[in-house]
């Protein structure tokens, strides 16, 4: 009788003690709001059905229905009204705003702060700040910043910094093909930029090699029927105005500045002309001689 009595008290102790274990398995979760929070392991479930279906672990589920068909997923942060509404098996992601990655499932890693941001996002490892930055986009590895920016951007591996969500923002890069956009004015040290201006820097530029497009080239001077300045011509010019005919003259250079590519066409027409008279005079010289002699 003894012996019955002692096996089931040792029975109930050992439930007991399993049913303790197990609330101390569910105590590891925090859980409020009608439906919210399911089972897994150290998640906070706050908000109607936040987290209503969720299994995985370390995920932080804060307003109604934030993830709430979260299951196997871990490490995520959603915060706001529906935020990560769809993501079911993804991990590692941050999601703050109204909806914001509503329809990203499986996505790992992504960054989405604002009101719809990454609305339409099913990729992974994407940074979208600003409301409705990135909403329909598709891709990863992007990062958008500021008001719909990327709004209607749908590929991977996009910077985008813009205020309007148009076809030009401010800034756009590709991360994969290593280039990055200005699509307007740029200062360098200075903000004081003129419409006509697309780059102005207040300092000096080292360059390897720089390329000036032009649209033709002054080897017309070696035309037959070119108009070569008569030399006696050129030097009441020059006492004249004290500069070459067609070049800036000092004030006028100090007070625009100077195009360096017109101004290097300028600069080997002149060269070509001075070439003619060289050999004119050679010419000249020549025929001398031979009266000479």
Sequence with gaps: MKTYRTIRLLSILIISLLAFANNLDAQTNTNLGTDAGNSGSNNTSIGYKAGNVVTGYENTLLGSSAGIL???????????????????TGS????????????????????????????????????????????????????????????????SNKLVIDNYGDNSPLIYGEFDHDFVTINNKLGIGTTNISDSISLKVNGAILAKKVYITVDNFPDYVFKRDYDLMPLHKLNSYIKDHKHLPGIPS???????????????????????????????????????EDKVN
């Excluded at 590692?92 to 992504?110: D, E, P, R």
């Design 70 to 88: 979260q299951t196997s997923g871990y490490r995520n942060i959603f915060i706001g009204f529906a935020p990560g509404y769809s993501q079911s």
């Design 250 to 288: 000092e004030k006028e250079a100090v007070k625009d500045g100077v195009d360096l590519g017109e101004l290097n066409k300028i600069l080997l027409k002149k060269v070509e002309e001075l070439t003619l008279y060289i050999i004119d005079q050679d010419k000249r010289i020549k025929e001398l």
């Design 92 to 155: 590692y992601n941050l999601f703050a705003g109204w909806k914001s990655g509503f329809y990203n499932t499986t996505g790992i890693g992504n960054i989405m702060f604002g009101m719809e941001s990454g609305f339409n996002n099913t990729g992974t490892y994407n940074v979208f700040v600003g409301h409705s930055s990135g909403r329909n986009n598709t891709g990863s590895h992007n990062v958008f910043i500021g008001n719909h920016a990327g709004y209607s951007e749908t590929g």
